[in-house]
């Protein structure tokens, strides 16, 4: 398997906090069945500071501790992209990296609130060429109002990364709803791990 979003890397966002963390992580996607992982911290201006090339040398130092430990897990760059000014700009000049240097972009909106024109902005980057992820729409908060604009995106080009975890229970009550109904409907391009710890 391929784990296409996940927090490996460690000490760069909220993700694994220490190498140790980050290597028992490995540890357990190997003994999953995972056998490529994308690494792919926060990249949230004012919180999270991460850029390509910064995330390309964390993973490739985490790439050579794995490959010194013999756990057989090959790590790939990527990032979880909020939606801020500057985004496609950052795309294109290579300081926001895509999947593995694919035209795939993770794509994390607000938990708590929908964003203005969130649907215009999806659509923008997909007319640049990008396909955007939308990660985990089944744990936001403002699904239940808006799951429609969640299919229009889909039928512009997006695509829907659903949470594993969700699906059984991890966030609550409501995101297996919401992740079942993803499933379901035929609705959902991805499911990952978005391993923290």
Same mark, same amino acid.
């Given at each position: 398997?391929?784990?296409?979003?996940?927090?490996?890397?460690?000490?760069?966002?909220?993700?694994?906090?220490?190498?140790?963390?980050?290597?028992?992580?490995?540890?357990?996607?190997?003994?999953?069945?995972?056998?490529?992982?994308?690494?792919?911290?926060?990249?949230?201006?004012?919180?999270?500071?991460?850029?390509?090339?910064?995330?390309?040398?964390?993973?490739?130092?985490?790439?050579?501790?794995?490959?010194?430990?013999?756990?057989?897990?090959?790590?790939?760059? %990527? +990032?979880?992209?909020?939606?801020?000014? =500057?985004? /496609? *700009? #950052? $795309?294109?000049?290579?300081?926001? !990296?895509?999947?593995?240097?694919?035209?795939?972009?993770?794509?994390?909106?607000?938990?708590?609130?929908?964003?203005?024109?969130?649907?215009?902005?999806?659509?923008?980057?997909?007319?640049?060429?990008?396909?955007?992820?939308?990660?985990?729409?089944?744990?936001?908060?403002?699904?239940?109002?808006?799951?429609?604009?969640?299919?229009?995106?889909?039928?512009? %080009? +997006?695509?829907?990364?659903?949470?594993? =975890?969700? /699906? *059984? #229970? $991890?966030?609550?009550?409501?995101? !297996?709803?919401?992740?079942?109904?993803?499933?379901?409907?035929?609705?959902?391009?991805?499911?990952?791990?978005?391993?923290?710890?």
């Amino acid at each position: 398997m391929i784990d296409l979003h996940s927090h490996i890397l460690p000490g760069i966002d909220d993700g694994a906090r220490s190498l140790d963390i980050s290597l028992e992580m490995a540890r357990l996607a190997v003994a999953d069945g995972i056998h490529t992982m994308a690494c792919t911290p926060h990249i949230y201006p004012g919180l999270y500071m991460n850029d390509a090339p910064g995330i390309a040398r964390a993973r490739d130092a985490l790439q050579a501790e794995l490959d010194a430990r013999g756990i057989a897990l090959r790590l790939v760059s %990527g +990032a979880d992209v909020h939606l801020v000014p =500057g985004l /496609l *700009t #950052g $795309l294109r000049e290579g300081r926001i !990296p895509t999947l593995n240097g694919s035209h795939y972009v993770l794509l994390e909106p607000p938990h708590d609130i929908a964003p203005p024109r969130f649907e215009e902005s999806v659509f923008q980057l997909v007319v640049a060429g990008y396909t955007p992820v939308i990660t985990h729409p089944e744990r936001l908060i403002w699904i239940e109002t808006h799951y429609p604009v969640f299919v229009q995106m889909i039928q512009q %080009g +997006a695509w829907m990364q659903v949470t594993a =975890g969700a /699906l *059984t #229970g $991890l966030f609550g009550p409501d995101a !297996p709803y919401w992740g079942e109904k993803f499933l379901g409907e035929g609705h959902t391009h991805i499911l990952a791990t978005d391993a923290h710890s």
